[in-house]
């Protein structure tokens, strides 16, 4: 099993529930924040506001917190200065790991990325060391139930859509980064809105690794996830689905 597909596994897998909502939470309000702040503060005419409030709907965010977080944002009580940063490094088995970060301190960010890579067998790279192994993609999913596969395709690619992946687990909507928001509006308004819509980082190749390197690689993901300026890991490693259940993944 390829690691890019394990991501949302393993962000949720570890900790108190209450622990892990509240983290997704703050990483929510943070996207929240920068989208209004770079946009207009309307979701109705901000499309990465739009999908950033979608999310936190489906996080069963509160809508007051959600409100609150957009007016803060606005200039109404201030709002934290948040900067995009990515990280590039590489993990336990050479690994190639992409972190993407908001944060209102670059200096502590970068320092504790780093520490982070160094305690658990990794290291941090250059901008782009590692960028080249992966694909940078709009991803746009859907239930299964949604539609038939003929349907979504048909759909998707009059949207602006590159490829649908459709199977028992769902549709897969892939388009290009700066079509993301519009392919995603124009299937919500045929579908509703969809389960996910993101930018994903794909591998290109993948890194097989064994158990012990496994276990070594979800640790540093783990502790990379639970920093508050993380938003997100991408990481190319491969596994087989039964080193995966062992890990409990």
């Known amino acids: 099993m390829a690691g890019h597909s394990q991501f949302k596994n393993i962000m949720h897998r570890k900790g108190a529930q209450d622990a892990k909502r509240a983290r997704l939470f703050a990483k ?78 670059l200096n502590r960010t970068a320092s504790d990325i780093r520490s982070i890579f160094s305690k658990h067998g990794g290291a941090l790279g250059e901008t782009n060391s590692v960028a080249f192994l992966f694909d940078r993609l709009g991803v746009i999913c859907y239930p299964a139930a949604t539609a038939s596969a003929e349907a979504m395709l048909e759909a998707a690619i009059e949207a602006g859509a590159e490829d649908v992946q459709s199977g028992e687990g769902g549709h897969e909507v892939i388009c290009a980064p700066d079509d993301l928001f519009a392919v995603r509006d124009a299937l919500a308004s045929r579908f509703g809105d969809p389960e996910e819509a993101k930018l994903d980082w794909r591998p290109k190749t993948f890194a097989p690794i064994d158990e012990g390197q496994a276990q070594a690689v979800l640790k540093l993901i783990d502790a990379l996830d639970d920093l508050d300026d993380v938003q997100a890991v991408f990481a190319n490693f491969e596994v087989s689905d039964d080193v995966l259940a062992r890990l409990g993944a």
């Not at 409030?53 to 606005?74: F, L």
């Not at 201030?78 to 790991?97: C, F, K, L, N, T």
Request: proline share 6%.
């Open 28 to 105: 929510l309000i943070r996207e929240i924040t920068v989208a209004a702040r770079h946009g207009l503060p309307d979701p109705a005419a901000n499309p990465r506001l739009r999908a950033a409030v979608v999310a936190a709907r489906q996080a069963n965010m509160p809508k007051d917190t959600v409100e609150r977080a957009i007016k803060k944002a606005a200039g109404e009580g201030g709002a934290d200065d948040y900067v995009s940063r990515r990280y590039e490094g590489y993990g336990p088995g050479g690994v190639a790991i992409i972190v993407e970060a908001l944060t209102d301190n």
